[in-house]
């Protein structure tokens, strides 16, 4: 029978602060995307979920790729839902959510990255698209309770020391009936507490 490990995370500023300062590098172009290389090509996305279609009609720099998969695409968006992108970056997933609720609908973006949002508002001011970008933790979202409609994120709960109570503000946050599409990454091995605790890794 397997056991799971019981990890003592470093749930500290420092290691949170790492994570932040990377990703703000990478928002402002001062170094290269999370897992090294340049920004996804059409090929890669398509491989995650992606339309070539959909990617073409983005605004520049919207994509990053920093992400690991496409949860709008296991959506069926309609008018004028309200959408909370948990870690929206600089919009790829809060633009093509937009496309879909159109006009009458939300799209909110929650980033713990300022850099971030200012890169995804710009986005969206020099295209005229209807999404929001508030700095914040997904521990702790900035939203009243039974307030929208579907929740997404892409690759970022894997962040988060606190992932259970990142469940629980999802659900907080989510309308009865809501809906939530997930893309992230996990371990198919047990980490040694050495990894776990360099602040280096949990931004790579």
Known sequence: MSTTR????????KTVETVRDRYGRIASGQTETCCGGD??????AEMLGYDESELAVLPDGANLGLGCGAPVSAL???PG???????????IDAFLAAGQVGPEGRVIGVDLNPTMCLKAQANAAATGTTMECHEGRMEDIPLPSDSVDVVISNGVINLSFRKRKVVEEMF?????GGRIS????????QLTQSIVNDPKLWAS
């Not at 019981?6 to 500023?13: F, M, Q, S």
């Not at 920004?39 to 890669?44: E, K, L, R």
């Not at 839902?81 to 919009?91: M, N, R, Y």
């Not at 907080?172 to 009865?176: D, F, H, N, T």
């Open 6 to 13: 019981d990890y003592r995370l470093p749930a500290d500023e």
């Open 39 to 44: 920004i996804v090509t059409t090929v890669d």
């Open 76 to 78: 069926e968006l309609q």
């Open 81 to 91: 839902e309200t959408l909370l992108d948990l870690g929206s970056g600089a919009g």
């Open 172 to 176: 907080r946050v989510l309308k009865p």
């Open 182 to 189: 997930i893309t992230d990454i996990v371990s198919g091995k």
